[in-house]
């Protein structure tokens, strides 16, 4: 994209029922591509685990799938959940595909589990990790990744001295704060907690620390996008998102269902604002409605980069609204964050 506001693309390898796993990522690699087409920064793939409905449980595989298929576009991890593997495997890895595709990838971290408790045991990790040794799990990664250091015992062969651009993700203040201290680019993710988004910014800004990574702050924003015709259209393409976020709530099977008319008939209140509450910082609707979203999350958070989540039924009205969303953003330009909100 030539100007205007950077855009980037979040996928989570979304299945249909009865879908294989193969289709999807078919349709995930077509995406790609298409979205290479229309300028997109980056093409970025989830790690979620045992969650029936979503193929993106091997990353890097995915990762190095997909950036095979393409030739411009960066590809990388939105993101690798740090705490489920060893840091020495993740600068392998990392390093094997930057070897494969140089310049070309990115390596987005988190500290989640990416799963439930089951799952998180059955990635063998201890039960009383809270997340709080993410510091030193990164700082043992980023030592892999960079020059050799003198006396240094392990090396990551490949991955040392391939420096992969690295960036933190998160949904709450703690790696805002730490990606501010360390100076390096930061993502929220909006599109699943948005109400921690203005907070986490405002934090981040607040601790950053020029680094030789980066001079000044860069905040990227995942939020779910869809742009239709009409916001009629796109409120109509927006239950599919609506559906699976019920059925995670609701411990069911996520796959991506048909739109519908009306949600009314299939969630009580509770459901609706607590669907609505993931949501909240959704922007869906017609070219303007969209552009006029886009325009007040990037004034609001000052974000230099925004990573839209779209999440339709149809492949079609997903390539449509991405190619929607390329041209509404060539015309917003980048904005500094405001001193206060209203």
Not at 78 to 105: C, D, K, S, W
């Amino acid at each position: 994209m030539a100007s205007g506001l950077a855009v980037s693309v979040l996928d989570l390898v979304g299945m249909g029922t009865g879908e294989s796993v193969a289709s999807a990522i078919a349709r995930s690699v077509d995406l790609a591509q298409h979205a290479e087409q229309l300028g997109y920064k980056r093409f970025w793939l989830a790690e979620h685990h045992a969650i029936q409905g979503l193929a993106c449980s091997a990353t890097p595989v995915l990762i190095g799938h997909v950036a095979g298929a393409t030739k411009t576009i960066r590809v990388g991890s939105g993101g690798v959940m740090l705490p489920n593997h060893a840091p020495l495997v993740v600068a392998e890895q990392f390093g094997t595909l930057e070897a494969l595709y140089p310049g070309r990838i990115d390596l987005g971290l988190g500290r989640a589990p990416g799963g439930d408790y089951a799952t998180m045991r059955a990635l063998r990790r201890d039960s009383r990790q809270t997340g709080d040794d993410f510091p030193e799990l990164l700082e043992e990664l980023r030592t892999y990744l960079g020059p050799e250091k003198a006396g240094q015992a392990v090396k990551a062969i490949p991955g040392q001295g391939s420096n992969v651009p690295i960036t933190l993700l998160g949904s709450s203040g703690f790696s805002a704060q730490l990606a501010g201290i360390l100076g390096l680019p930061f993502a929220f993710a909006a599109h699943f907690a948005p109400e921690y988004l203005y907070a986490a910014a405002d934090l981040y800004r607040e601790r950053f620390k020029p680094s030789d990574v980066l001079e000044k702050p860069y905040m990227m924003v995942g939020v779910q996008v869809i742009a239709a015709e009409t916001d009629a259209a796109a409120q109509r393409l927006f239950t599919t998102p609506q559906q699976r976020f019920l059925r995670l709530i609701r411990n069911q099977p996520v796959e991506l269902l048909p739109p519908v008319d009306s949600m009314d008939p299939l969630w009580t209140e509770w459901e609706r604002a607590a669907v609505d509450s993931k949501l909240g910082a959704a922007i869906v609707g017609s070219d303007a409605t969209v552009k006029a979203g886009l325009e007040k999350l990037i004034a609001d958070t000052g974000a230099s980069e925004v990573i839209a989540v779209t999440d339709t039924y149809s492949h079609q009205d997903r390539l449509e609204s991405y190619r929607r969303v390329a041209g509404i953003a060539a015309n917003v330009a980048a904005m500094p964050p405001v001193a206060t909100r209203a």
